[in-house]
C-alpha cells in the first residue's frame, strides 16, 4: 500500500515552460486535493475534487489546472511556468468518512528560474 | 485577515517542558478542527483532532472553546522528537476534503 505518491520530487523549469506533477492514491479516497507551501505562508489550497470528474479551484488557482478522470489520480498542470510559482507542492487524498484525516505525499520541490 | 492564525515561534524549550501553541479561526461556522505536525522538508501528518470537550492522547492535549474562536495544543514532558512544526487545521466545507491550514509554529526542544 503505497498511500499517495508523487512525481517528480524535484524539478527545475525556465520561466514560460509547462509541465504536469503527477499525484496518484492507491486508498480509494473520493477527496484530493493540491497545496503549495511557502515560507511563513503555510499551506494553500490550489484545486481540489470531491470524486472523478469534479474540480474546483482553491484559494490560489490562478496558473494551474487540473483534472480528475479516475478516481487514482490527480494531476496538476503549470500552464506557464513564473517564478511566483516557485513552491513546495502536496498532493493530498482524504477519505469521505474521515474528512479532516488528509493523507499527504512526500512533495514536489520546483524551482522556476 | 487569515482564515486561521498561529503564532509561529520558534519556541525553544529544554526536554521536559511542558509547551502550549494556540490558534485562533475567524469563521465561527467551522465545524472541524485538527492539529498536524510537519517535521524538516517532510509532508504533513495528522497528529489529533480537536473536540469540544477535548481529548487526550499520551502527552498531547487538544482544547476547542468555540465561544472565543480558539484551539489549543499542549505538550507535557517535551521529548527531543517532538522537534517540528505543529500545523493548526480547520475543515472549511463539509464534503469537499478542504482544510485551511495555519502558518504553523515551530518547536525546537533541547537536550
Known amino acids: 500500500n503505497a498511500g499517495v505518491t508523487q512525481t517528480p520530487k524535484f524539478q527545475v523549469l525556465k520561466t514560460g515552460q509547462s509541465m504536469t506533477l503527477q499525484c496518484a492514491q492507491d486508498?480509494?479516497?473520493?477527496?484530493m486535493s493540491w497545496y503549495r507551501q511557502d515560507p511563513g505562508m503555510g499551506l494553500r489550497l490550489i484545486h481540489y475534487?470531491?470524486?472523478?470528474?469534479?474540480?474546483d479551484q482553491g484559494e490560489v488557482p490562478n496558473g494551474y489546472n487540473v483534472s480528475r478522470s479516475t478516481t487514482e489520480d490527480f494531476p496538476l498542470r503549470l500552464l506557464s511556468a513564473a517564478p511566483s510559482q516557485t513552491s513546495v507542492y502536496f498532493c493530498a487524498s482524504t477519505p469521505w468518512d474521515r474528512e479532516g484525516e488528509a493523507f499527504f505525499g512526500q512533495g514536489t520541490r520546483l524551482t522556476v528560474v | 485577515r487569515k482564515e486561521v492564525e498561529q503564532d509561529p515561534g520558534p519556541f525553544n524549550v529544554p526536554e521536559g517542558a511542558t509547551v502550549a501553541f494556540n490558534c485562533t479561526y475567524s469563521?465561527?461556522?467551522?465545524?472541524?478542527f485538527f492539529w498536524y505536525r510537519q517535521d524538516c522538508r517532510k509532508e504533513p501528518k495528522l497528529l489529533m483532532s480537536?473536540?469540544?470537550s477535548g481529548n487526550e492522547d499520551g502527552r498531547f492535549t487538544a482544547q476547542l472553546n468555540r465561544a472565543s474562536q480558539y484551539i489549543s495544543l499542549l505538550i507535557r514532558d517535551s521529548k527531543l522528537s517532538d522537534s517540528a512544526t505543529y500545523l493548526c487545521v480547520v475543515y472549511g466545507s463539509s464534503n469537499t476534503g478542504k482544510l485551511i491550514f495555519g502558518q504553523g509554529t515551530t518547536l525546537q526542544v533541547k537536550p
Open positions: 486508498m480509494n479516497h473520493e477527496y
Open positions: 480537536v473536540y469540544s
Open positions: 475534487s470531491v470524486g472523478a470528474g469534479i474540480t
Open positions: 469563521n465561527s461556522a467551522s465545524q472541524s
